[in-house]
């Protein structure tokens, strides 16, 4: 029985993440810690689990945690979890600046705990099963991807810079640039992008359109905007257009949902019957742990997809194309 | 208005469907390829000739449409335009903008009328999300992305196939989508553009280009000659500070056939379930606007603008680099 325990609750999958603990019969929910404590305390309430108002007694009963806190204190808590050494299941992006992305790297190597990065995507089914075509080499070479992660503007501390490190293009930049670095085992070269803040009263990025040249002459475009309007159906979505030199391959991460038109709410939604993706990693984020397997998503995979973030805003201040460090 | 088609080849036979509803008149035809030029003026009732120079010395048209392939337009617009016709000129207009410069001047300066053929600015579609941005109740557009697949075109001679000649996908296929941009949002400041050219994809192209406009528009376009099952289509989508537009023509089935086939029940991007498809409506108010010195929707000046933009994205190609654009060319 792996116990997990919380690390603030401020990012909104860690409730699909508890939710999913809950229903486990491998793994026990020990506690929520989350220096906000009322919310704290009401996802203790809702997931039955014990609130902690203080991090170090929650670490000590825990096997492995996971951390959603606000991006800017990743560091700060993976570091503590290591020192007692709690294994960390970390959600994206892995930090706001390359030197705690490293320091975090470093600390989980040098304590001997697993450090993942919470990339679900990666565990959609359709997502599973391009890959296992893509391994099998049915589009040939690969020349060009098209890829979007759009999404709602989500607001809160996502559009605080000292929290989130940056907006939509460091919230949705990372899924994609993972998906591409996993899929084909290659790096980003050069970064181009434009980044500005036009859709909405905030003092951060709200749209972004990326283009990346990939080692082997491969490029790729991503639109990481939160773009979406409020009468969108959706959240967002994740979506990729791979043209090789033998076929085509369109992957849609969201498509399996039913679209509902609910007349007392005066709202179009869709609702998932996909997979839970969440689930899927977190099972997989278990298993790393109950049986000292190395993760899948490593911290070194969140240190470069955080990289093109950062060199996007580093592209689109110079106006040019800029190396991305590997 | 005495109409003279010049060329005679695919691009010319979709022109000619739209004069044959339209029951405009096309008095001649010509192509340096007796039986495609004999064809195609049977089905108009039209006289066939080898060339534009026998054509201009045998007829007395009042306009020219130039249906060549690109590198041939150049030269046929002049030489129309120097015999007093007003020429309209399929897209896109030259392979340069010097080129296109040397051309607009030419037909202003000889006071003829040069209209442009980037018949999406006639397409529905894309007429009635510029007419919902216009509205502003969707408030200020910030994120547009366009998409734009079609069978990768032949030609004769396979004359597509030669970027010199043909401007490959970018100037083929992008160039209308630079140009929707252009006419939505007024210039580009900067582009980038890559391209799958040379790598393989035998004969297929498939290009992406991020676009900022002056206005502050960030835009993505996708362009592609394809050969798969789905490959004619046109996408785009506009998100404003308010709300968003989509359109996707695969999402567009007002009429669907299985089972059974009939040419009447097509799919693409120039959709035939109107009264009056794009390429008519462009028919109709260019020899309109010829015959009473109106204002098309697409005039040379007008196309000059996006044929600078379609050599920076060109240009952008061969530099690897974002291109900024110079002040307007004027």
Not at chain 1, 174 to 195: C, P, Q, S
Not at chain 1, 225 to 237: I, L, V
Not at chain 2, 80 to 88: D, F
Request: hydrophobic share 40%.
């Amino acid at each position: 029985m792996v116990r997990i325990g919380f690390v603030s609750m401020a990012h909104m999958h860690a409730f699909s993440y508890a939710a999913v603990l809950q229903s486990m019969s491998s793994a026990t929910l020990t506690g929520i810690y989350d220096p906000d404590s009322e919310r704290g305390q009401q996802a203790a309430e809702q997931f039955q689990t014990e609130y902690h108002a203080e991090l170090e007694p929650l670490l000590e009963r825990c096997d492995a945690v996971i951390i959603c806190s606000e991006n800017s204190l990743h560091k700060q808590y993976t570091l503590a979890a290591a020192e007692v050494g709690c294994h960390v299941l970390c959600e994206k992006p892995i930090a706001t600046t390359e030197e705690d992305a490293l320091e975090m790297i470093h600390a989980c190597d040098t304590a001997g705990v697993k450090l993942e990065i919470a990339f679900p995507c990666r565990f959609a089914t359709p997502v599973q099963q391009a890959k296992q075509l893509l391994d099998q080499g049915i589009l040939g070479e690969i020349l060009c991807i098209k890829g979007t992660n759009h999404g709602q503007m989500p607001g809160g501390w996502f559009t605080d810079r000292s929290l989130s490190g940056g907006g939509a293009v460091m919230d949705h930049t990372v899924h994609v640039v993972d998906l591409i670095r996993w899929f084909f085992g290659r790096e980003i070269k050069t970064m181009y992008a434009e980044v500005d803040t036009m859709l909405y009263d905030v003092d951060i990025d709200d749209c972004g359109m990326l283009s990346m040249e990939f080692e082997g002459g491969m490029f790729a475009t991503q639109d990481p905007s939160w773009s979406r309007p409020r009468t969108f159906p959706a959240w967002g979505d994740v979506l990729l257009e791979i043209i090789g030199t033998k076929g085509t391959m369109q992957i849609d991460a969201f498509a399996q949902a039913l679209t509902v038109y609910d007349d007392s709410e005066k709202h179009v939604s869709h609702h998932s019957w996909a997979d839970n993706m969440d689930a899927l990693l977190v099972e997989h984020f278990l298993s790393v742990v109950r049986e000292d397997k190395d993760p899948m998503i490593t911290g070194y995979d969140g240190l470069q997809a955080l990289r093109a973030a950062l060199a996007a805003y580093r592209s689109s201040e110079e106006g040019a194309p800029v190396p991305v460090r590997r | 208005m005495q109409i003279g088609l010049i060329g005679c080849g695919s691009a010319a036979w979709a022109q000619a469907k739209a004069y044959h509803s339209l029951q405009l008149p096309v008095a001649a035809a010509a192509d340096p390829d007796e039986k495609a030029a004999q064809d195609l003026a049977a089905y108009l009732g039209a006289d066939a000739y080898p060339s534009l120079e026998k054509l201009l010395s045998s007829t007395d048209v009042d306009m020219l449409h130039i249906c060549a392939p690109t590198s041939l337009h150049a030269k046929l617009v002049r030489e129309g335009l120097e015999a007093g016709k007003h020429v309209l000129c399929e897209a896109p207009l030259t392979l340069d903008a010097e080129t296109a410069k040397a051309l607009v001047d030419l037909a202003e300066k000889g006071k003829r009328q040069l209209a442009v053929g980037h018949v999406f600015r006639y397409a529905p579609e894309y007429e009635a999300a510029k007419s919902q941005l216009e509205q502003g109740h969707l408030g200020s557009p910030a994120v547009v992305r366009t998409s734009r697949s079609r069978r990768t075109p032949i030609g004769w001679q396979r004359w597509y196939q030669d970027a010199r000649l043909s401007g490959g996908v970018i100037l083929d296929s992008m160039l209308h989508d630079l140009d929707f941009l252009i006419w939505c949002f007024g210039q580009p400041k900067r582009i980038l553009v890559k391209t799958t050219r040379g790598r393989g994809l035998q004969g297929m192209e498939h290009a992406l280009a991020t676009v900022r406009m002056k206005n502050g528009v960030i835009a993505h376009m996708e362009a592609g000659w394809s050969n798969t099952s789905n490959a004619d289509y046109t996408a785009f989508e506009i998100s404003t500070r308010s709300g968003m537009i989509s359109h996707d023509s695969r999402e567009v089935k007002g009429l669907e056939l299985d089972g059974v086939q009939n040419p009447l029940v097509t799919h693409g991007p120039a959709s035939d379930l109107l009264v009056q498809n794009a390429y008519e409506r462009q028919l109709q108010d260019v020899v309109r606007c010829f015959a009473a010195n109106g204002k098309p929707r697409c005039t040379g000046r007008d196309a000059l603008q996006t044929m600078q933009a379609g050599e920076a994205a060109l240009a952008s190609v061969a530099a690897n680099s974002v291109i900024h654009l110079a002040q307007e060319v004027t």
